[in-house]
């Protein structure tokens, strides 16, 4: 099989790389390495390292030319290319719909010239916004987005929209109504739509993986686009206390890199024998969640390093609890993660980073 996979110099699309070519199979790696995610004097990975066959092409996704060229000879695309995380403030709205949107409507049409039928898409669980919640009066319900004043008063938890009781968090499933809360979230679930237009219109077939909180080694150091567990443990690197917002009590999914790489393998030789037109989301997490706080306990407890202060701050548009049932993933395609959360933070808390410059996110 040879793969396209955009973004594969990145923090997931490398390791994706590794796993494919360890199977035998060809990549050809399309990276911008934007110095933001890969370091100001970021070299190229070889030809060699895209294993047998493979090659790389330093170039935006959103280049046209440079992506037909790509795709010569391509049997399936693994969209990974992407600006990641909530970012500083509105300001990069523009950016991050140009690079995740406008990258992937040139992407797709380019595969639709091509005659490339198969896709995989680096979706995300931010496309949820709240996750599942319960009320013991109501049944399911949606809480809208938390209020300021209620943040500023340390008032984290939602409540029932109908009754304003206390809700039972539990696992989202993919079947949950999509309720982008920011920027990003709104440019993943466009992703989304896209993917499936694209499907219909050219007969192919199309999975978005909704990654939940991945981890691991090569995560970027120090940029506001990062995830949480990267900024945990780049303030431990610089010997510095993690700084744990809210009250350390939001509950995620944290999923190793690893495990995130071995599901889009799977994806991908899946999704040719889907049926044409078609489009699937899967949860991908660990099916383990955790707060906040005890990811940042567990990574500073293994570096050794200072312990997390709780903060109280907070940032608007993000969610108090997103967890992730991952059973269709399991069930349909065959895959299981295989790094707990112990052994994984373990890993991480002494693992390599990613020396990214100040700016954006690739």
């Not at 100001?40 to 959103?62: F, I, K, L, N």
């Not at 109280?312 to 959360?341: C, M, N, Q």
Request: glycine content about 12%; charged content about 20%; overall charge neutral.
């Amino acid at each position: 099989m040879r793969v396209l996979v955009t973004g594969g110099a990145g923090f997931i699309g490398s390791e994706i790389v590794r796993t494919l070519t360890s199977a035998g199979h060809e990549a050809v790696v399309l990276d911008a390495l934007l110095p933001s995610a890969h370091g100001g004097t970021a070299a190229p990975p070889t030809d060699a390292e895209a294993g047998s066959g493979g090659r790389v092409v330093v170039a935006d996704v959103r280049d046209r030319e440079a992506v037909d060229r790509a795709l010569r000879g391509i049997d399936v695309v693994c969209h990974q290319a992407a600006m990641v995380g909530l970012g500083k403030d509105f300001a990069d709205a523009p950016e991050y719909v140009g690079c995740n949107d406008l990258g992937t409507a040139v992407l797709l049409a380019a595969m639709a010239a091509a005659g490339v039928r198969s896709l995989v898409l680096a979706g995300s669980m931010v496309v949820y916004g709240e996750g599942r919640y319960s009320c013991p009066r109501h049944g399911g319900v949606r809480p809208g987005p938390r209020a300021e004043a209620d943040l500023a008063a340390g008032r984290f938890e939602p409540h029932c929209p109908h009754c304003g009781a206390e809700l039972e968090s539990g696992l989202v499933t993919e079947d949950a109504p999509t309720d982008p809360r920011n920027v990003y979230a709104a440019t993943k679930l466009a992703q989304e739509h896209l993917a499936a237009a694209w499907a219909r219109a050219s007969g192919g077939s199309a999975v978005s993986l909704r990654y939940h909180n991945v981890y691991g080694p090569g995560m970027p150091r120090d940029t506001p686009y990062a995830g949480v567990a990267s900024f945990f443990r780049s303030a431990l690197a610089r010997g510095e206390a993690p700084r744990v917002f809210e009250d350390g009590g939001q509950r995620r999914d944290f999923i190793h890199v690893r495990d995130v790489a071995a599901a889009n393998a799977v994806a991908l030789e899946a999704v040719a024998a889907r049926r044409p037109g078609s489009f699937a989301a899967y949860n991908t997490g660990s099916g383990q969640p955790h707060t906040i706080g005890q990811m940042a306990t567990a990574l500073a407890t293994a570096h050794g390093g200072p312990a997390p202060v709780v903060t109280g701050e907070y940032r608007l548009g993000d969610v108090r609890h997103v967890t992730a049932d991952s059973r269709r993933l399991r069930d349909e395609l065959g895959w299981k993660p295989e790094v707990g959360f112990a052994e994984g933070m373990a890993r991480f808390a002494t693992a390599p980073l990613r020396e990214a410059a100040a700016g954006r996110s690739a």
